[in-house]
């Protein structure tokens, strides 16, 4: 009858569930329970080192060990408050680590100390350590011993240098030891263990998470819902059977403890899509941070002056990047956009799509591309599938010629997703015209200062304005007022050569002025195509660059720290532009080649390498 009565249960949940789109947008982190102990590696040894080498290797998002404190002071990895010798059972606080040493784990690893499991977790960047803190006997009352193992945990920890939330989840049966974490380190997650308390009083003890185990929601599944109001963390252990698992994930739990975690990723994965904001992640490559809008590159509202046309290309999302990890199989971005410019010489891929990297061996590959549909450009654009399920360092690139309102990431159910830190260094403004805003490569991740950035590791901040880049006062005020090391120009590729001559000085002591030493990189314009025949224009070109090139030598002379570099788009066969003006994908790439090594080494002089 019980049986019966759950499997009606579970059904009504997912009947429930399915009738409320905020179902995809829960995620449950999985947590093995005293590591991942079933693993064949672990020869099913729980607590062991190799258990907990186990859950690494499956990128569970924690990894859950038991700390309990031997007769000397000494804290160790053990469940059970007693070790086995023969027949014989021995109470951990009454033999010294001496003693309890000699008897190795059944798998035969060396018992592990909290130093050693530790030392060994440190190395698992994507998984956590769930330390559960044991309550200890207290001979003489008061709660020496329980201090003594907080405070020797916390050490440890910190030796390690996974003392911090991101790293580490505290959980314990004491309400003892969980009042005093949460009072002293009030920025970690704590969690009670016990079930005998609501969340209400569970909070009011200043203590910010419950693991409970899963029967105790089942007679109490108001206090899930509860907790979350509260603001509170929801753990639950040990769930290990689909239908507990299911009801679980119906609740609404977060975090689920459980001795089948692979169980647990193959039933999320069934449930569907995970999506997070890409602003939660790492947003790379934003000339300005300061934007009241994540995607914009511009908060145009403080710099007036700006035209129609100057506002809408400063506020696009060219440029910007997302770089976050994650070990799902398949991955996804839909879209909220404010504008999606259309197609125009360019793919629409380009204009409103997404393009992704991962590196591998040290370099980045190309990994997948996606564009929502004309028809619905509110679906989710599948970007790839059918990775491997490793965890992977990947790098999304935003499009080019859209304003955005929200970009959501999506992963398969099971699969965990972080932000990474930023793969590049320094901070390089560039600012150009459409070839720097890349028009007419194919996709986002082709524009030359990308391209530049995953050779060189160096982070350019680009802000091209695709035909509005004309050395106006207002960008100079923009670019001044940014956080840089240097800046890159490709200032001569919309400017008439009279705008050029009459603006060029104003704008390089208007940067100078915020930034006296930093290093000022021109580029002269490419060679356009359209000079291969057409009389009148291999003139115009001839004179307009000419012209740039002397201009910039004055500036050399009047200016410190003033260069020009000649980037080149083109081979001898002239077959790398698209349009007789802007370069295709190869195009783009020879610049960024020809560009690299004169920069560098302009760059180094400043330290910047």
């Not at 990723?265 to 904001?277: D, F, P, S, T």
């Not at 956009?337 to 990297?357: C, H, I, V």
């Not at 600012?431 to 590791?457: E, N």
């Not at 100078?512 to 000022?520: M, N, R």
């Amino acid at each position: 009858m019980k049986q019966v009565f759950l499997r009606v249960a579970v059904w009504a949940v997912f009947a429930v569930i399915s009738s409320f789109g905020a179902f995809a947008q829960q995620h449950v982190h999985i947590v093995g329970h005293r590591g991942f102990w079933k693993a064949e590696s672990a020869a099913n040894t729980q607590n062991s080192i190799a258990s907990l080498r186990a859950a690494g290797a499956e990128s569970l998002w924690g990894s859950e060990f038991d700390v309990q404190l031997t007769s000397d002071g000494v804290a160790i990895v053990n469940h059970d408050p007693t070790v086995r010798r023969g027949a014989e059972k021995l109470r951990i606080d009454e033999h010294t680590w001496k003693e309890l040493s000699k008897l190795d784990l059944a798998n035969g690893e060396k018992r592990p100390t909290l130093d050693s499991y530790v030392a060994e977790g440190a190395k698992l960047t994507d998984t956590r350590l769930v330390v559960e803190l044991k309550p200890q006997r207290e001979p003489g009352g008061g709660h020496q011993r329980e201090d003594l193992l907080v405070d020797e945990t916390v050490r440890i920890l910190r030796k390690y240098g996974v003392f911090t939330p991101g790293r580490t989840v505290f959980i314990s049966f004491s309400l003892y030891i969980c009042e005093r974490l949460a009072r002293e380190y009030p920025e970690f997650t704590t969690q009670y263990l016990e079930g005998d308390l609501s969340p209400a009083e569970v909070k009011a003890r200043g203590i910010n998470g419950i693991d409970y185990k899963y029967k105790v929601f089942r007679k109490h599944p108001e206090w899930v819902a509860e907790a979350k109001a509260l603001g509170m963390s929801v753990n639950t252990w040990t769930v290990d059977k689909e239908e507990d698992i299911l009801e679980m994930i119906g609740l609404g739990v977060e975090y689920i403890t459980s001795d089948e975690p692979l169980l647990v990723r193959k039933l999320l994965n069934k449930r569907g899509e995970y999506q997070v904001e890409a602003s939660d992640l790492t947003l790379v490559g934003k000339l300005r941070t300061d934007t009241p809008k994540v995607y914009n590159r511009i908060d145009t509202l403080a710099y007036p002056g700006l035209t129609r046309s100057e506002i809408s290309r400063a506020r696009m999302s060219a440029g910007i990047m997302v770089a976050f990890r994650t070990n799902a199989k398949r991955i996804s971005v839909q879209t909220d956009f404010e504008y999606r410019e259309g197609a125009l010489k360019s793919s629409q891929l380009l204009y409103s799509g997404y393009d992704l990297y991962i590196r591998k061996d040290g370099e980045w590959l190309w990994a997948g591309d996606g564009v929502s549909k004309n028809s619905d450009i509110s679906a989710p654009a599948e970007i790839v599938k059918a990775m491997d399920g490793s965890m992977h360092e990947c790098l999304l690139y935003l499009p080019m010629y859209s304003i955005l309102n929200s970009v959501r990431i999506g992963i398969d159910g099971g699969a965990e997703i972080y932000p990474s830190e930023n793969p590049f260094r320094h901070r390089v403004g560039i600012f150009g015209s459409s070839f720097t805003h890349a028009a007419c490569a194919s996709r986002p991740g082709l524009s030359y200062p990308a391209i530049f950035s995953r050779d060189t590791g160096i982070n350019l901040l680009s802000l091209g304005v695709s035909g509005q880049c004309k050395l106006q006062p207002v960008f100079a005020r923009i670019i001044a007022d940014a956080d840089i090391d240097a800046l890159i120009l490709d200032a001569f590729s919309n400017p008439k050569p009279e705008e050029v001559e009459e603006r060029l000085f104003p704008f390089i002591e208007t940067i100078q002025a915020k930034h006296p030493d930093i290093p000022i990189i021109f580029q002269t314009t490419i060679y356009r195509e359209w000079r291969n025949f057409n009389t009148r224009f291999i003139k115009y070109e001839a004179d307009r660059y000419d012209r740039c090139v002397a201009k910039v030598k004055e500036a050399q002379k009047k200016y410190k720290n003033i260069y020009l570099v000649y980037p080149n788009a083109t081979d001898e066969w002239h077959d790398t532009s698209a349009d007789g003006t802007h370069p295709n994908d190869r195009g783009y790439i020879l610049w960024a080649h020809s560009i690299e090594k004169p920069v560098l080494k302009i760059l180094a002089k400043y330290g910047i390498k």
